[in-house]
């Protein structure tokens, strides 16, 4: 596609559920990085993919979030046993590769709407 | 990392140029400014990214002074479609980490 999918758009799910959301970046793109956006907070960084590997998992607020991309492309956060604090928007972000010598542009999806109750 | 600052918020009148400006004392030499927008229920969009002078494009220009401790984002002639928020981001351009902040809120107004 043109640009960041993600899906669904919406979710709502039970406290103590596991959930996935997904991200297909745009094609191409070989760095990929969630975020999460809290009500009238900016969007804070999670993980960081580049390539197949998770070069940066330090935003991951504990053990209960787990995010992979096993082909490089197309790739999921999972959230086990949902929290009524993990209600935000995620947002997934892909960008070119960075060669260290010029900023790069990210391109963001429109984001996943979890709602836990 | 280095943390920006912004105003909170910011009104305009259709048709008039806005200035936003951002401050971040502890940018490091590799880091670049770049700015951001989001609307409601989207993801923020690309404006413009610099690391030093002056950056014009389609949308905005971006004035970076010499010592790039601040910069500024410039709209000109904003229509109530500019009503966002806007983010200031400063980073080494690969994105690792990057702090979005809490941005600035810009109502145009008619």
């Known amino acids: 596609g043109a640009g960041v999918s993600q899906t669904p758009s919406n979710k709502v799910t039970e406290k103590g559920k596991y959930v996935e959301l997904r991200c297909d970046p745009i094609?191409?793109?070989?760095?990929l990085y969630w975020y999460r956006q809290s009500l009238g907070q900016g969007p804070e960084f999670l993980i960081y993919?580049?390539?197949?590997?998770?070069?940066?998992d330090s935003g991951l607020p504990n053990d209960r979030f787990f995010a992979v991309r096993p082909e490089g492309s197309v790739s999921t956060l999972k959230i086990q046993r949902t929290e009524r604090g993990d209600s935000a928007v995620y947002l997934c972000a892909s960008s070119g590769t960075y060669d260290g010598t010029h900023g790069t542009e990210a391109f963001f999806g429109q984001g996943t709407r979890l709602t836990v109750v | 990392l280095a943390k920006t600052t912004q105003p909170i918020s910011m009104d305009s009148y259709e048709g008039q140029e806005v200035n936003i400006t951002c401050s971040h004392n502890?940018?490091?030499?590799?880091?670049?400014i770049t700015w951001y927008q989001q609307f409601p229920s989207q993801g923020p969009r690309f404006i413009i990214q610099?690391?030093?002078t002056k950056v014009t494009n389609e949308v905005a220009s971006l004035f970076i002074p010499a010592d790039r401790k601040s910069s500024t984002l410039s709209l000109p002639r904003v229509s109530l479609s500019d009503t966002a928020v806007y983010y200031c981001l400063v980073g080494d351009g690969g994105y690792q980490k990057v702090t979005f902040g809490t941005g600035t809120k810009l109502q145009v107004i008619p």
């Open positions: 502890n940018i490091a030499t590799n880091d670049y």
């Open positions: 094609s191409g793109h070989t760095a």
């Open positions: 993919f580049q390539g197949t590997g998770a070069a940066d």
């Open positions: 610099g690391y030093k």
